[in-house]
């Protein structure tokens, strides 16, 4: 038997294998969780499955704690927070405040939507041409938070149209 079709048939296997183990993990964890409206609409966002929606509907709570969808990026480490005064740094920037999780979480959807997602692929390719991957990421994560927010508050699936325009 040749070497690559051996390997290939190995690592089929082993995918599927993975796959099968993760999908026991979701059930296992989805038993344990008292579900809100706001999971079932967190799944219409691309890249976001399972794992990501309870991540994000159990980090942020009760959306309506959060006035505007600026305090809510914010609180997901999505936006750049500076302190500034006639043009010169003042200060460190507040970088443990927020949610840790929800910053992973929403990294986590965008790199699976810029696979998934031809208009967030084309986002992510034009910031990435301007400055680099990280800050494309991090544009594209506060993108995907921004319509997290409005998704968990009017209770509405996800419209790519409302994003990219």
């Known amino acids: 038997?040749?070497?690559?079709?051996?390997?290939?048939?190995?690592?089929?296997?082993?995918?599927?294998?993975?796959n099968e183990k993760i999908g026991l993990f979701e059930a296992k964890v989805l038993a344990r969780v008292q579900l809100r409206p706001a999971y079932a609409w967190l799944l219409t966002l691309p890249g976001v499955g399972v794992i990501l929606a309870l991540?994000?509907?159990?980090?942020?709570?009760?959306?309506?704690?959060?006035?505007?969808?600026g305090d809510f990026t914010s609180y997901?480490?999505?936006?750049?927070?500076?302190?500034?005064?006639?043009?010169?740094?003042k200060g460190a920037n507040n970088s443990r405040n927020g949610n840790a999780y929800l910053?992973?979480?929403?990294?986590?959807?965008?790199?699976?939507?810029?696979?998934?997602?031809?208009a967030a692929k084309r986002f992510y390719d034009r910031k990435v041409a301007k400055r680099n991957g990280a800050l494309?990421?991090?544009?594209?994560?506060?993108k995907w938070s921004k319509a997290a927010y409005y998704v968990m508050q009017r209770q509405e699936a996800f419209d790519l149209t409302r994003v990219f325009g």
């Open 103 to 118: 910053f992973w979480a929403f990294v986590e959807a965008v790199h699976h939507a810029i696979r998934c997602c031809p």
């Open 136 to 142: 494309a990421t991090k544009a594209l994560a506060a």
């Open 76 to 89: 997901c480490r999505c936006v750049r927070a500076r302190h500034t005064s006639n043009g010169k740094k």
């Open 55 to 69: 991540t994000i509907m159990l980090d942020t709570g009760d959306i309506g704690r959060f006035e505007t969808v």
């Open 1 to 18: 038997m040749p070497f690559f079709p051996f390997v290939a048939t190995r690592q089929v296997e082993l995918i599927e294998s993975l």
